[in-house]
Nanobody, 126 residues
Framework: QVQLVESGGGLVQAGGSLRLSCAAS????????MGWFRRPPGKEREFVAA????????NYADSVKGRFTISRDNAKNTVYLQMNSLKPEDTAVYSC???????????????????WGQGTQVTVSS
């Protein structure tokens, strides 16, 4: 089992920045690839970013490329999402997720995420 707790959400003006954190406990953090997802109001959940176990490989949704950066600190059991140049359409509940992946450098497919956090609200005002 892996427990995930997100923090860092809030209200920010368009063009501003936020950094989300996701603290993991339970099974060894470094055995998991990690991802961030979001659910905008009234919409389905969507992929935002992912990072491999060793932090070497990352993947981003087209809508956030060049603005968001995912990173991880295995010593602190934490994954981060740095969000810059925020837009009103980034408003959503952001959740982190963990996938138990054997390969150190592989990015998981969405169905491989087995553990999910409760989420943190990000609201971007225009």
């Amino acid at each position: 089992q892996v427990q995930l707790v997100e923090s860092g959400g809030g209200l920010v003006q368009a063009g501003g920045s936020l950094r989300l954190s996701c603290a993991a406990s339970g099974r060894t953090f470094s055995t998991n690839a990690m991802g961030w997802f979001r659910r905008p109001p009234g919409k389905e959940r969507e992929f935002v970013a992912a990072i491999s176990r060793n932090g070497i490989n990352t993947n981003y949704a087209d809508s956030v490329k060049g603005r968001f950066t995912i990173s991880r600190d295995n010593a602190k059991n934490t994954v981060y999402l740095q969000m810059n140049s925020l837009k009103p359409e980034d408003t959503a509940v952001y959740s982190c997720a963990a996938a138990e992946i054997v390969a150190y450098s592989r990015i998981p497919r969405e169905y491989e995420y087995a553990y999910w956090g409760q989420g943190t609200q990000v609201t971007v005002s225009s």
